[in-house]
């Protein structure tokens, strides 16, 4: 039997050795586009797990507690870890007195809490969140390491969010202006009483329809606003506005956020609340706190419930929208922002200047007509729910991120 040449035998080797480098090293490469991309999206999901840490973190940097770093540590390891990486596959992991540091300028030097104390720790401002996650093994790309001087092993990924609260820019407001004075001994929860429009005009009690255009605007004006977003064009703090006087009026505009329509006002052309779900001394004899089951109806999208329930007497002829049109059509209409004015202005100039913004919850709708007596008729309740720069007020996060010039609440901003 006639046998190969050597030399052949020696080619066919060569070739394949060279064949399997070949294959090695185009599986090497393959492999290297396919772990980076893992990589990336790894890093991609520890970058949403630090930005949220963040932005929770910030938002307890209040000021106000000597543990606010404790706090804000907690919430942003809390938020943080909610958050999965590799493919979803497993929950961040954020530890404490590392993960979360902090820092009373943005360009400073970071520590963990324990670095600050006292005047300190209150004076701090500013958070950053690190996420890390070591040892992510490769695909394919190790295949590599049969080639000598090659060692490729598994890889660390790391994140990082610095985050603190700026002023929001100009958000939208109802015009109706908060007495200042009468905000004395508030608590967050109280009812404040303010009146529609009695007989004369007069406006009396803890808080007026207001103007933000005066001397332009008027009831048309009003109505507008309400129907609407709000009065989004908000003057700074110290600006004057106005007080149009009676505009008992707009009741109408008034009630459609809380899904209730005049035959006038077209349903789709003005939005209500996700629920209409009403309060008054008749269904909530406490007057108080209130707000803790408006968000429960909210989850329901609980319509109003009716004038027999309330004592008021909304217009007949009116629509009063149900529980599937208010999820399909409803959107945050009751929970808003009032100027909170200087009322005493108003005794002898017709402009007040405003002094600063509160967090209100609309109550209830209005009657049709000025006048009588009852809740509805003669007087209208808000709940007041803190002061709107107030972190732990609803209205806290309302609006973007905006300059330190800016009108509205504080809200949580990421700043690297």
């Known amino acids: 039997m006639l046998s190969k040449p050597r030399s052949s035998r020696k080619q066919g080797g060569a070739i394949g050795v060279l064949v399997a480098l070949s294959l090695v090293t185009l599986i090497g490469f393959a492999g ?13 999901e520890l970058q949403t797990s630090a930005d949220a840490c963040a932005l929770a973190a910030s938002r307890e ?3 106000v507690s000597s543990t606010q770093l404790a706090i804000a540590e907690a919430a942003g390891i809390t938020t943080g870890q909610a958050n999965s990486v590799l493919f979803q596959t497993e929950a961040a992991v954020l530890e404490a007195d590392s993960s979360v540091t902090f820092s009373d300028s943005p360009d400073g030097g970071f520590g963990t809490k324990g670095s600050f104390s006292g005047a300190s720790a209150l004076a701090v401002k500013y958070v ?3 996420v890390t996650r070591p040892d992510i093994s490769n695909w394919l790309v190790s295949v590599l390491n049969v080639i000598p001087g090659v060692d490729i092993g598994s ?7 610095a985050a603190t609260v700026v002023p929001a820019q100009t958000v939208c407001a109802l015009p109706v202006g908060i007495c200042g004075a009468d905000l004395a001994g508030k608590a967050k929860g109280d009812w404040l009483l303010g009146v529609i429009g009695p007989p004369g005009g007069g406006l009396t009690g803890n808080f007026k329809w207001i103007d933000f255009t005066p001397p332009s605007g008027g009831a048309s004006e009003l109505a507008a606003i309400l129907r609407g977003s709000g009065a989004c064009n908000l003057p700074a703090t110290g600006a004057q506005v106005g007080q149009p006087g009676n505009v008992s009026s707009i009741a109408d505009d008034w009630n459609t956020r809380f899904g209730i329509y005049s035959p006038s006002i077209n349903p789709l052309s003005a939005a209500s609340d996700y629920t209409g779900y009403a ?3 008749i269904n909530w004899p406490s007057m108080k706190n209130a707000y803790a089951d408006f968000v429960t109806r909210r989850s329901s999208f609980a319509g109003y419930q009716g004038n027999t329930s309330t004592g008021l007497n909304i217009k007949s002829n009116s629509t009063i929208q149900g529980p599937s049109w208010l999820q399909t059509n409803g959107a945050d209409r009751r929970m808003a922002i009032m100027p909170v004015v200087d009322c005493g202005s108003f005794v002898s100039s017709s402009t007040a200047p405003v002094q600063s913004w509160a967090c209100i919850m609309m109550l209830h709708p209005l009657n049709t007509n000025s006048g009588g007596s009852g809740t509805g ?6 709940e007041y729910l803190g002061m709107s720069s107030d972190p732990t007020s609803p209205c806290a996060t309302l609006g973007a991120p905006g300059a330190a010039s800016s009108a509205g609440p504080l809200v949580p901003a990421l700043v690297q």
């Open 279 to 281: 309060y008054t001394e």
């Open 155 to 161: 890889q660390t990924v790391e994140a990082q969010a």
């Open 61 to 63: 940097l209040t000021g």
């Open 128 to 130: 950053r969140c690190t």
């Open 377 to 382: 008729a003669a007087r209208m309740y808000i």
């Open 32 to 44: 290297l586009a396919i772990d980076l991309g893992k990589l990336f999206v790894a890093k991609n």
